[in-house]
């Protein structure tokens, strides 16, 4: 699609709904790579694979004693990490579904897990407002790298690229750790931050901030280059992302909708309000790192749905 | 020295065991600090368990503690062994049962107790002192009285004037006047002088009899003085019966009849219930003689007393009554009359009487309800506990300011409440007293009022302090009830008041003095005043409802607008969406290292956070660059940075950072600031002095071998251009691997020798131009290793493995001395450790010292031969 025609339009046709999971749905992930399949994790203390394009569901992962609240998939898709309500990061391997590491060290639920380029840090933001970077490299070690304690509340979300380590907190701040520069940007939004994902140049940081606003954060100065609005989000953590190629930015809403601006203008696409799609608040979308075409997004009404650009036979069933 | 050094040294070609120097000078170097690492494994069994303060909470077998199941987790190695279901169906109880003892219930104090009571005592010391806890009363206060005759000063002064124990005090007597005092003590212990021969015994004096300690008994009845008890039926002839009893128990089993007397072997040495309190169990008894006055270190030996025969049971004389019916078997009648108890006759009731309370009630006049006057006083005549005020009046305390709840209330807040109360019911009828005098058709109700609640409620909160005319009438009131008088007249009904709101009005007043009464002081003393003012100024009554005029939104934007005041510029900012420098706060952030690693970003802070100042640390392996840049480097003269380290070493300042490290002052930190060493080093341990071999030389690459098979046209290219200019780097000091490309500095990270195949050389060799060395090279080599064998025989051991070399080594021997022999030197210690590959087929080359560099070799080595055997001849001086 050409740019000047602007962003490519947002999937909006439901491909599949998958409802295994009993109770909300808190975070739903694409794997590395082609992305064949989806990781979701919920309320029912088990992370579950699937593939998105047939709807089946390959395995779950249970050993989580509490919720669980974030995923994150290794860059070869062997494993993945899983953190929750039991303060502990989960390290799974895939194909066997066993836990090779439990990472204990947090003192409150984990509400964020990232891998960084390579598998070889986790890290993890929890409740206690701390954010550990655990060596997945070492064996036998029992202690992070590195304790990231500035945030003085919550630690809601949590980004790694290449050499920066993005996190938003209940305190309204998102922190920002250049490992090049040696520096901590934190810039105050004003409200909770609940998620946030930092662009593929990592000039810009895109922050959920309980005001029912998506921000566009600059990384350089600090200035908020886009705000987006409309949507409903003071209450409940929900995930924003971008839209194929960074040309959009779709969010879901505490009613159910499905928000999609685009990134430079900031206006909502399609329609406004988007019609509602999930019975309850959505915690998570999360664009097709690949396609274009496709989006799943999770919600706290159980169901995981995927979403094509077109109509699909199976959308067609649904 | 630390073995990282050791290892370092043996890496860079330093004979290690020639370095045996310690840089700590005096004592024992400590452990370093750094040594206690979390995440060190530590084997379960090395691991402690503490307890949140910190303290060991478990120890080992022979430290006192215990260790829980295995190694503290679980009972086997396998983990707990599941008990194994066996029926008891078949195996009742009883049958097979473990039987149960007392042991099996006691904790560990009460073991370690038992253990202590069956151990033995010493009773050597226990004479005159009966220890004895069940001992009479007499010797219980005989130890309390005196302590202990032995080790009181005054028994040892005594003892060194020649007293001994169980004799008097005072001079010695004549054997009559002993006598005498046998006499005045009783003839307790008389019998022995009756046998002595009284004209031998009169020739001596002997020491005075010891003073009886007089016991008094402390008198525990409530029986008169003198007086003593009737024998009751229990005593009369129990008594007796009883210290029969408390004979020696006979042990029961064959052969003692009922006849025989028992024998001191026949006693029941192991029956323990005579003295159940006794915990120990001896095999004598350590005071046989409980009837005997203690005496003041009485000697007198006790001897075993067989015990008391007992009566014999079938010489029982057949007793009669007096009116001659023979007494049954086994009792006897008493020989004393009985003292009866005095029974008293309960008081006759009169005929006339009738059970009716209430004449005592009135009698006693306080029983009335409500409690009014019922002080100290109750039905029973007991008196009543006092209540705090009345104690506190008694002890004559000033009470404290009277306070009621209410007075800490606003004035709103009171105003609601009276209202609430004066919607309440009335209270029951009981406080309510009939007056007599009722006005016209309603009746004129007085409510009553405790005359103490009506004093409390004066001195208290006035809750009708707006309306005076009402205030006067509540106080006349309370006035009134208070001092129980007759209604005055200032509160008689108002002009135009109905009989029945005048009395609702005083009933008002009542609920209100029984509300307002202030609290006790007690009560009072917890409480503050209020200090904020309720705004509400009429309190509504029913379920609270919003206000109409939009209260809620307007209110919540009030308090939005108040917290705007209070918000910082920031947060103001941001509520603005003016996200920009005054949003942001940017500080430095310090990134472990090994997060940077692991990352694969360079460290922001390669040496230490910029905010910090770090102690200036002398690097030990900086050296090379700085101060021998010029100087061709060999392993004399890394033996030569050595010595110049030691001298650094106390240089080095001596703080908190880097005490405690040991020998190794860089200890941890030398891998983190760890620089490469010098190219010279590389040069000095690698390279061969043969010019030619540096053709062989490979820039650096990441597979070496194939690449060197796959590219000899390169390495010639490389070898034509190699000999000006790594002359032209040598000359500058600088060492260029990459002879291709001078200009390039040297990738010191990625420098290696390269591995080439022994074909790949020849081949080499042979597209060489330079054919003069292509044998000779070879021989050379070997001659080398040969000759430094040589030289350096009987000094340090070489091994050697080519036995065939020995004849070549002998003619080596001449040439050897017209060569350099510093080079050879250096020469050997690199053939010992590159002799291995040497043999193999393929063979890594080394890169020889450009001409120049071997050049300067030669001249500096004799100031760094020196230094690296300080005070050591070596074989090549005697020649």
Known sequence: MAPSRGPPPTPRYLHLTLDSHTGPVHVVRYAKGAAKYILSGGQDRTVRLFNPDLGTEIKTYKGHGYEVLSITVSPDNSKFASGGGDRSVFYWDVTTGQTIRRLAGHIGRINAVEFNGDASVLASGSYDGKVNLWDLRAQGVRTPIQVLDDARDSVTSLSVASHLIVTGSVDGYVRTYDLRKGELHADYLGYPVTSVLPTADLQTVLATVLDSKVLLMDDSVGTALATFTGHKNDEYKARACFGHAEASVVCGDEDGRIWAWDLLDGKPMGDNPPPKVHKKVITWVEQHPVKSGEMVSASGDGTVKVWRDQITKNGENA | ????????????????????????????????????????????????????????????????????????????????????????????????????????????????????????????????????????????????????????????????????????????????????????????????????????????????????????????????????????????????????????????????????????????????????????????????????????????????????????????????????????????????????????????????????????????????????????????????????????????????????????????????????????????????????????????????????????????????????????????????????????????????????????????????????????????????????????????????????????LEQKAAEESRMEVQETP??????????????????????????????GVKDPYPDGVPGEEKPAVTPAWKAPESSTASQPLTNAVAASMLNQDKENVPTTKKDISNVGLGDDDDQGRDILTYEKPGMDIFKAIFASDDEDSDEEEEPPAPVPAPKVESTPLKSVENQSAAPHLTAESSSAAIYNPSGSDARQGLDISSFRPTFVPKTERRKDKEADNRPKKDKKDKKKKDKHLLVSFDAEEGITVTPSRDESSKKRKREDKERAKDRDRDREKEEKRKRRRAGEEEEDDGMWVEKPPPDVLVQAAVEKEPPSEANAHPGRKRAVDFF
């Open chain 2, 570 to 599: 920031r947060q103001h900012a941001a509520k603005m969406g003016m996200f920009g420098p005054l949003t942001r706060d940017v500080s430095t952030w310090v990134p472990s290292k090994l997060l940077c690693k692991r990352f």
């Open chain 2, 1 to 552: 020295m630390t073995s990282r050094l050791k290892r370092k040294l043996d890496n860079m070609g330093v004979d290690v065991s020639n370095v045996t120097e310690n840089f700590c000078m005096i004592g024992t170097p400590l452990p370093s600090l750094e040594k206690a690492d979390k995440n060190e494994f530590v084997p379960v069994w090395k691991q402690d368990v503490r307890d949140e303060k910190g303290r060991r909470r478990l120890h080992g077998a022979f430290t006192g503690g215990f260790s829980a199941g295995y190694f503290n987790t679980v009972g086997s190695k396998e983990g707990w062994t599941p008990a194994t279901f066996v029926s008891s169906r078949a195996n009742r109880a009883g049958k097979d049962q473990r039987v149960q003892r007392p042991e099996d219930f006691m904790d560990e104090e009460d073991l370690s107790e038992l253990r202590a009571d069956q151990k033995l005592v010493d009773t050597t010391h226990a004479d005159g002192a009966p220890g004895d806890p069940a001992a009479p009363d007499d010797a219980n206060i005989w130890n309390a009285l005196v302590p202990s005759v032995r080790d009181s000063p005054g028994a040892k002064l005594l003892q060194k004037m020649g007293w001994r124990p169980g004799q008097g005090v005072g001079p010695r007597i004549t054997y009559a006047k002993r006598r005498a005092q046998d006499r005045i003590a009783g003839a307790a212990a008389s019998q022995e002088g009756d046998e002595m021969d009284d004209e031998e015994a009169g020739k001596h004096l002997y020491a005075p009899r010891d003073t009886v300690a007089v016991v008094y008994r402390a008198k525990e009845d409530s029986f008169g003085l003198g007086y003593v008890r009737g024998a009751g039926l229990r005593e009369g002839d129990g008594g007796r019966g009883k210290k029969a009893e408390e004979g020696q128990a006979i042990s029961a089993g064959f052969g003692l009849g009922a006849l025989n007397d028992a024998d001191e072997d026949d006693l029941d040495v192991y029956d323990g219930s005579r003295a159940p309190t006794d915990k120990r169990r001896l095999a004598y008894t350590i005071d046989e003689d409980e009837d005997e006055p203690v005496l003041l270190g009485s000697k007198q030996a006790a001897p075993f007393r067989r015990p008391a025969p007992t009566q014999p049971q079938t010489v029982q004389a057949q007793f009669f009554f007096p009116d001659g019916r023979p007494v049954l078997q086994g009792f006897k009648p008493a020989g004393a009359p009985l003292t009866e108890d005095v029974w008293f006759a309960p008081p006759e009731v009169p005929e006339d009487w009738k059970p009716d309370p209430s004449r005592v009630w009135e009698l006693n006049g306080s029983v009335k309800e409500g409690g009014v006057g019922v002080q100290g006083k109750a039905v029973d005549g007991k008196p009543a506990p006092l209540r705090a005020e009345e104690r506190g009046a008694m002890l004559g305390e000033t009470p404290l300011a009277p306070r009621s709840v209410f007075d800490y209330l606003s004035k709103e807040a009171r105003d609601r409440l009276q209202k609430a109360s004066a919607s309440l019911k009335p209270p029951s009828a009981v406080e309510i007293k009939k007056e007599p005098s009722p006005p016209p058709e309603v009746k004129m109700e007085i409510p009553v009022l405790e005359p103490a609640t009506a004093a409390a409620a004066l001195r208290g909160y006035q809750p009708f302090t707006a309306d005076p005319v009402k205030q006067q009438r509540y106080t006349t009131y309370l006035q009134m009830q208070a001092s129980r008088s007759e209604l005055p007249a200032e509160l008689a009904p108002l002009p135009r008041q109905e009989m029945d709101s005048f009395n609702k009005e005083l009933e008002d007043y009542a609920k209100a003095a029984r509300i307002f009464k202030p609290a006790s002081g007690a009560m009072a003393s917890r409480f503050t005043s209020s200090s904020t003012v309720e705004m509400d100024a009429k309190p509504r009554e029913g379920l609270h409802a919003p206000e109409e005029q939009g209260g809620y």
